[in-house]
Structures are given as C-alpha cells and as structure tokens.
C-alpha cells in the first residue's frame, strides 16, 4: 500500500508540462499534470483513442475543441469528460502558478 500527496515532489522549474503516472491497471490510467504557462504548439491537437476524464486541481487553463468557437476555461474543482477522438489542445496554462491536473485515461 502506498501513501502520498498530489500536491508533494512537484518540479520546481518547467520547461514543458510533467507527467507522472500514479497508478495504471486494466485500461485505467491515472496522471498528475503539471504545467505553468504551457500550451499544445500552434496546429497540434490531441486525439487520443481512449476516454479521459480531468480535474483540475491548481491554476487555471483554456482548452480548445476542434470546431468549438470557445475556449473552456477550467479553474481549482472543474473537471471536463473528454470522449475519444474528441481533438483538443491545451490553449493555455496559469503563467503565475503551477496548474495541477488529475487525469484518468479509459476505454
């Protein structure tokens, strides 16, 4: 059994957005995300085979969905369901604070 904290051993310094898996089984994955001031690259979206559902726990962030004028903004408690092969990309990130995601892959 394994006790630790979501909010414990972030990086201190992002070049990029961090993923660490937490836990993985039976088409199940869970992630911590953390970003601060990160966005997809212009043209690049996600278009994932699986489910993924996301809680944003930390920060804020805009999220872009292919054909969707508006961009989602997410702050600290929102979370989004994502299905698959919905193509999105991350607009942007908090540039003043580590924004802290919780992500559960799924088919």
């Not at 660490?20 to 996600?46: D, M, N, T």
Request: contains cysteine; aromatic residues 10%; hydrophobic residues 40%.
């Amino acid at each position: 059994m394994e006790v630790s904290n979501i909010f414990e051993q972030l990086p201190e310094t992002l070049s990029g957005e961090v993923f660490k898996e937490l836990v993985s089984s039976g088409g199940v994955r869970v992630e911590r995300i953390v970003s601060c001031g990160q966005a997809s690259p212009e043209g690049f979206w996600y278009d994932q085979d699986g489910h993924e559902w996301v809680l944003l726990l930390q920060g804020r962030a805009g999220l872009r969905f292919d054909g969707v004028e508006r961009v989602v903004v997410l702050g600290p408690g929102d979370w989004i369901q994502i299905p698959a092969h919905t193509r999105h990309r991350v607009e942007w990130t908090d540039e003043g604070r580590k924004t802290i995601w919780l992500a559960v892959h799924y088919r």
